[in-house]
């Protein structure tokens, strides 16, 4: 069944190639204020405008509900093995989708920082 997960990687790494120009978009609209994301044209473009622009490194990009779009990635977050392990994961007996997210940490990264979702998913330090 190994082969089925590469399968499985290359539906996500195509997904993600295919929207990349979308979530560097989305990266110049948060983190260069003022700039017109929209009009940028290329991944290219995108990354020479976040050199010049930005406010931070770009951590990661992320890439959210590819299932939407790409089948191949649909079957992977919707398939009853991954539904079956995300359930013993948690205890519980059956588990939704509510979202698909992957996030891409390319070497020339810079760091990704602590954000406002640790407000909304504290750590509990009694669980190593």
């Known amino acids: 069944m190994v082969a089925g997960w590469f399968e499985h990687r290359d539906a996500v790494t195509h997904a993600v190639a295919k929207t990349e120009l979308q979530a560097l978009r989305q990266r110049i609209s948060v983190l260069c204020p003022g700039v017109p994301h929209q009009s940028v044209r290329s991944a290219a473009e995108a990354r020479r405008v976040l ?3 930005a406010t931070e490194e ?3 990009l992320q890439f959210i ?4 779009s ?3 990635v649909a079957a992977l977050v919707t398939s009853a093995r991954v539904a079956a392990v995300a359930a013993a994961l948690l205890g519980v007996e059956r588990v939704r989708l ?4 992957a996030f891409l940490k ?3 990264d ?4 602590w954000h406002s979702d640790l407000n909304m ?3 509990v330090e009694t669980q190593p």
């Open 51 to 53: 050199a010049r622009h």
């Open 106 to 108: 390319s070497p020339a």
């Open 98 to 101: 509510y979202q698909d997210c």
């Open 110 to 113: 810079g760091p990704t920082h």
């Open 70 to 72: 790409f089948p191949e």
């Open 58 to 60: 770009v951590g990661f």
């Open 121 to 123: 998913v504290p750590l």
């Open 65 to 68: 509900n590819l299932h939407r």
